[in-house]
């Protein structure tokens, strides 16, 4: 069983950052795909970016996010960040770490059985 927790969401202007955290546990780290996804009150879950823990492969983003937003992850802690850069109003959203043990290749949020609880990010 694979258990999440984000934290570092909060409240900051047009254009600014935020650093969000994801610590995973449960899994075997490398054999996790992290993504993170987020969701406005009312529309569908959106993934932004996933990558596979343990480094293989290239991180992928969404299309609403590249060049703005960083998927990283430091093995050694079972830790996987997004870092939000250029931070727009429509931007403003809960940010779910979400995992899937074996591939990596959707932002379905079907395709993810393990979740977090989500941190709020809001952009005025």
């Known amino acids: 069983h694979v258990q999440l927790v984000e934290s570092g969401g909060g409240s900051v202007h047009t254009g600014g950052s935020l650093r969000l955290s994801c610590a995973s546990s449960g899994a075997p780290y490398s054999s996790k795909c992290v993504g993170w996804f987020r969701q406005v009150l009312g529309k569908e879950r959106e993934g932004v970016a996933r990558?596979?823990?343990?480094?293989?492969?290239?991180?992928i983003y969404a299309d609403s996010v590249k060049g703005r937003f960083i998927i990283s992850q430091d093995n050694a802690k079972n830790m996987v960040y997004l870092q939000l850069n250029s931070l727009q109003p429509e931007d403003t959203a809960m940010y779910y770490c979400a995992a899937e043990v074996g591939y990596c290749t959707s932002f379905d949020p079907d395709r993810y059985r393990y979740w977090g609880q989500g941190t709020q990010v809001t952009v005025s």
């Open positions: 990558i596979w823990a343990g480094g293989i492969g290239t991180p």
